[in-house]
């Protein structure tokens, strides 16, 4: 009984190597972008949360720009690459019309770039329709994710957007 208690013992972690070592790590491709209607402002407020190296390898692949974000040497040109991107691949509409916003800047939280965004002087009684189109990275990762919430007086709806059904569309 106390052999087999030992050959136990010994045996668990050379189990758990070999078990180990069939699987492969599999990293995850999302983003997550909150809208909200600010109505002491008038305006959609939104956050946009991308991984870091993601972005990285986005402005490396498309632009050529070695940004190396979130470090001392960050390229003093990554906030005009990341605005340029994002201006290509994300889009919001009002009544079929494409909504003007104002890149307002990132920061960073541990491994996530968090980028601000502002669409001003909306007139939500105005507003029949709003589209989310949301090709975040889609480009670079077929598996990419971009999830959206929307918020605007006491309503919220949700979107899972991926490279194949990159737009959602609501009823304000």
Partial sequence: ???????????????????LSFTSVHKFY???TNIAYA?????????????????DRLLEERYGINAQLDTPDESKMADA???????????VEFNG?????????????????????EIP???????KTMSVQ??????????QQNVVHVKWKENKKSFVLIKENNKGMLNL
Wanted: with cysteine.
């Fill in 1 to 19: 009984m106390k052999n087999l208690k030992k050959a136990k013992i010994m045996l668990l972690p050379l189990a758990m190597l070999l078990f």
């Fill in 30 to 32: 999302v983003s997550v």
């Fill in 39 to 55: 109505e002491k402002d008038n305006a959609f407020q939104i956050t946009s949360r991308v991984f870091i190296d993601d972005l």
């Fill in 81 to 91: 690459y990341i605005e340029k991107y994002f201006r290509s691949k994300f889009v």
């Fill in 97 to 117: 019309e494409p909504a003007t916003y104002t890149f307002l800047g990132k920061r960073y939280d541990t491994d996530v770039v968090i980028c601000y965004l």
């Fill in 121 to 127: 002087n909306v007139n939500l009684s105005e507003v």
């Fill in 134 to 143: 949301n090709e975040i990275l889609t480009d670079l990762f077929d598996e």
